[in-house]
């Protein structure tokens, strides 16, 4: 596994979103020689009293992770850093990416493009330049329940949908017969299951496009060229 102690190091606004991202990831990295490792950083269970804020996942203590710099501290055990946030608060001001621009609506890949500088200010010009390609932005237009819509909904547009995709999402797993995921206390194991279809890279590589943010965080993964060596 080279001189890392695991391939990627997961940042995100929770324990759902890490479990989501794990098996994007080891879908996208199916017939590689190995499976992916994975070390949580944030939010992080086992943080000290001292940094209790690290056990509490939102965007917040995601850009406060990176601004204080304890995304080096990761890179040194792990190949990449991926960051994972949710664009439902960009308005918020400690935030400070609208969708809207006069009045407009930004496409997709220039709202993403917008957030992932946002994303790049609180980690650091310096340590961009020197982390360079082993930085990964996974950013959710509206959230990550619009990235499971092309495993559940029945309709392009639908799987498509950056807005109110929670519903949209319980729909479709209602219409299968499976357990909807609630919105006030979201589980680990509902995720889990929701998202277990990307673990099959022909599957992600042919649906997870269709929702755009999704799409653009794959465009991301084929740059890199990831390989997974054996460990000799």
């Known amino acids: ?126 340590d961009c330049e020197e982390y360079g390609n082993r930085l990964l932005f996974a950013v959710c237009v509206d959230s990550l329940e619009c990235w499971l819509l092309p495993l559940w909904a029945d309709q392009k547009a639908k799987q498509a949908k950056t807005k109110g995709c929670l519903q949209t999402l319980n729909q479709g797993l209602n219409r299968q017969n499976q357990p909807q995921i609630s919105s006030s206390k979201k589980g680990v194991q509902p995720y889990e299951d929701a998202s277990r279809g990307y673990r099959n890279r022909k599957e992600l590589l042919k649906s997870g496009p269709r929702n755009p943010s999704l799409g653009i965080f794959l465009d991301s993964l084929d740059a890199q060229s990831i390989r997974l060596e054996v460990a000799e």
């Open 1 to 126: 596994m080279s001189e890392y102690t695991a391939d990627f190091a997961l940042v995100g606004e929770g324990v759902t979103d890490h479990v989501v991202l794990k098996n994007i990831l080891r879908g996208y990295l199916k017939g590689q020689p190995r499976e992916p490792a994975f070390t949580v950083r944030q939010p992080d269970r086992d943080a000290t009293a001292e940094r209790e804020w690290q056990q509490f996942g939102n965007w917040e203590n995601v850009f406060r992770y990176l601004r204080e710099g304890h995304h080096r501290n990761a890179l040194q055990f792990n190949h990449y850093l991926v960051v994972q946030v949710d664009t439902d608060c960009s308005d918020h001001p400690n935030f400070g990416v609208s969708r809207r621009v006069e009045d407009k609506l930004l496409e997709v890949s220039v709202f993403v493009e917008q957030v992932v500088n946002r994303i790049r200010r609180e980690i650091g010009e310096d």
